[in-house]
């Protein structure tokens, strides 16, 4: 099983709104990561977790905030998010390491 | 700062035709993933390199890793719509980040 699933599919929030998306995978997978991705552009990192716990953060705003309860799931909550955050969200899973990640769908989000 | 540069950026040809994605940096990485991404969709892991000078088949798509462990290619033969897509590369450059290509955007014409 190589699937890394993802939800919701599609979320609208407004800019006071408190929401989260959530990550899911059974591959035994030690390192999880959370992407952005604009419009005909390539995912840009935005954190990783290594073994739960949070290893990388690229200077992301405080508005979103990940969460890694056990080894299969990942979640990032939002809050007070921006409309220019509206993006597709995409988790991804590898076994150790950078390589060979496993994405999922992804969650097209956007902010009003 | 590592980067990955994908030409062409876009590329649109006709089914049947062969093709040629090129994915250079000038830094090296210790293994070179290729994925294609469908709109609304995740990328999907097409192929993984790891040793300079490898070449990797898939059905009709031929991956290969420079010797210097710094660029790839991927050709695609006899090209058909189900190839349409976004396609990117991924070099591990050993710091718990993949280092993204900025994308070649691929459309098989029927």
């Known amino acids: 099983d190589t699937e890394v699933t993802q939800t919701p599919k599609h979320l609208v929030m407004g800019m006071t709104n408190k929401k989260s998306l959530k990550c899911e995978q059974h591959?035994?997978?030690?390192?999880m990561y959370w992407y952005k991705q604009k419009a005909k552009k390539p995912p840009e990192l935005m954190f990783v977790?290594?073994?739960?716990?949070?290893?990388i953060n690229e200077s992301v705003p405080s508005r979103f905030s990940p969460e890694c309860p056990n080894s299969s799931l990942l979640n990032l909550h939002l809050h007070a998010l921006q409309p220019e955050d509206s993006a597709l969200y995409l988790c991804?899973?590898?076994?150790?390491?950078?390589?060979?990640?496993?994405f999922g769908p992804g969650t097209r989000l956007t902010v009003t | 700062t590592q980067l990955l540069e994908q030409s062409p950026q876009f590329l649109s040809i006709q089914e049947g035709e062969n093709l040629t994605v090129y994915c250079n940096s000038s830094?090296?990485?210790?293994?070179l993933q290729w994925y294609r991404q469908e709109p609304g969709e995740g990328p999907v892991l097409l192929v993984t390199?790891?040793?300079?000078?490898e070449v990797k088949k898939l059905k009709r798509l031929t991956f290969q890793f420079g010797d210097a462990r710094k660029d790839s290619s991927l050709h695609i033969t006899a090209a058909q719509t189900g190839d349409t897509g976004l396609y990117l590369c991924?070099?591990?450059?050993?710091?718990?980040?993949?280092?993204f290509g900025t994308g070649t955007r691929l459309t098989i014409i029927p």
């Open positions: 991804a899973s590898s076994q150790e390491g950078a390589n060979e990640q496993y």
């Open positions: 591959m035994g997978h030690r390192a």
């Open positions: 977790y290594s073994y739960e716990k949070l290893s």
């Open positions: 830094s090296v990485f210790s293994s």
């Open positions: 390199v790891v040793t300079g000078g």
């Open positions: 991924a070099g591990e450059g050993g710091n718990e980040k993949l280092t």
